[in-house]
C-alpha cells in the first residue's frame, strides 16, 4: 500500500484534512489538479466556529496575525437604509471572534508545517476503483496511487462524488450564475455590510487596512459577461456600491465570476470513498459556512479514524456526526434566500425582526463543538 489516506483536492477542506489527519499521526498524500488555487487573491468571511475549528488545529495565533477582526454585520436595502445590525463581537466573544481573511493565507496557514512531498500538484485524479481493502486512483499523468482510504475534497464538481455512482444525486444544481466575487480599494466600509434588493445583492467587507472584499449577484442569468449585467444592477446602489462595482470594472481580470451551485447527496460515502467539504454539501454562501463545515468535516473523521481501527465504522460515525449539521446551515440558507426574495416593502418590513432572529437560530447551534 502506498499510502493510509488519499486526499483529492488541496482547497480548504483537502488541506484542514490533511493537517488534521498528520496531527493524529496518519499518514495521508493530497493529489491537486492545480499548480496554484484559482480563488488565491480573494477574501473570505469565517464566522465564529471556523475560528474554533482554526484553533483546535492549532492555528489560533495565525488567524489574529493574519485575519481582519468582523465585528458587526449590517444589512441595509438598496438605497442604504439599515434594516438591522448584528453585534458579532458580542454574540460570538473574543475565542469565537469571526474574521475575514485573504484565501491564499488561509491555505498557506493550513499547509504549514506538512511536509512538501505530501501535496502533489499539477496532475488531477482521473478514475477511481476499489475493493473490499484498498481504493486505487489513477492520475491523469498515468501514475496510480493505492490507499486504505480515499477522501474526495474535490469540490462542488467532485469527480470522486461521479465515481461514486450515486445516480442524480450526484449532481450539483444551479443557483444563481450573475455571481462574483473582487478585491478593491476599500471605497468605505467599515463592517461587513450588505446591500440587497430581491435577488440583486452586493457584500463588501474590509480585509486589511486597504482592501475590501467584494461579492455582487444579480438574479439574471448570465454566461459570465459581468461589465453590463454590473453595471446595470447596481446603478442606483449608495456611491460606495458604485465606487467598488466602478474599481471592480475597471480591472476585469480581476473579476471572479463565481456561479452558486448546491450539492444535496444523501449519500457522503461508498466503501472506501468518502467526501468532505463542498464535495458532500456546497451551499449558497448566504451564513458563509462553506469553510467552517470544510474544516469541521476534518476535524471529525480525522478523529474518528483515529479512534478505531474499523474505518468503514469510522465514516458511518462520521456521517452521522456531520450530517445534521450540515442538513442545518442548508435549511438556515434556504430560509434566508426565502426572506430575500419577498418583495422590497414587505421585505423592509419582516427583516428587521426576521433577521435578528435567524442569525441567532442559525449560528446559536454552532457554537457547540463539531
Ligand atoms: C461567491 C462565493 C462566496 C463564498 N464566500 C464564502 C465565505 O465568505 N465564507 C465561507 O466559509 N465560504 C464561502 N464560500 C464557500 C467556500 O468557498 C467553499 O465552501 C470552500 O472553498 C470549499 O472548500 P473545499 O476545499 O471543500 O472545495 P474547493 O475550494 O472547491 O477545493 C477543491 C479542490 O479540489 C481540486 N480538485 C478538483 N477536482 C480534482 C481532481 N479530479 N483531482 C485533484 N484535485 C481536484 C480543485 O482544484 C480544488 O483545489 C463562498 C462560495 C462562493 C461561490
Known sequence: MDHRVIIVGAG????AMARAL???????VVVEKRTVAADDGLAINLPGNAIAALDRLGLAEDVTRLGMPVRRREYRTASGRLLFQVDEDAFWGESMRPHAMLRGDLLRMLGSGLEETSILRGSGIARLEQDQRTVTATLENGHTLNAELLIGADGVHSLTREAMGLGEQRKPSLIGSASWRFMVPNPGVDCWTVFASGGTVILLMPV???QAYG???TEQPSNGDAPAVLENAFANFPSVVRQAIGAALAEP?????SPLLDVRTGDWSRGRIVLAGDSAHAMAPVWAQGAALGLEDALVLAQELSDTSDWIEAI????ARRKPRAAH???ATDGMSRAAKLPQWLRSLV???????RYASTYEPLKNRA
Request: aromatic residues 8%.
Open 22 to 28: 498528520s496531527a493524529k499521526g496518519i499518514d495521508a
Open 12 to 15: 480548504i477542506t483537502g488541506t
Open 253 to 257: 481580470s480581476r473579476l471572479y465570476h
Open 208 to 210: 486589511n487596512q486597504g
Open 329 to 331: 446551515v442548508q435549511a
Open 215 to 217: 461579492w455582487a449577484m
Open 351 to 357: 427583516l428587521p425582526i426576521v433577521g435578528p432572529k
Open 316 to 319: 458511518n460515525k462520521y456521517e
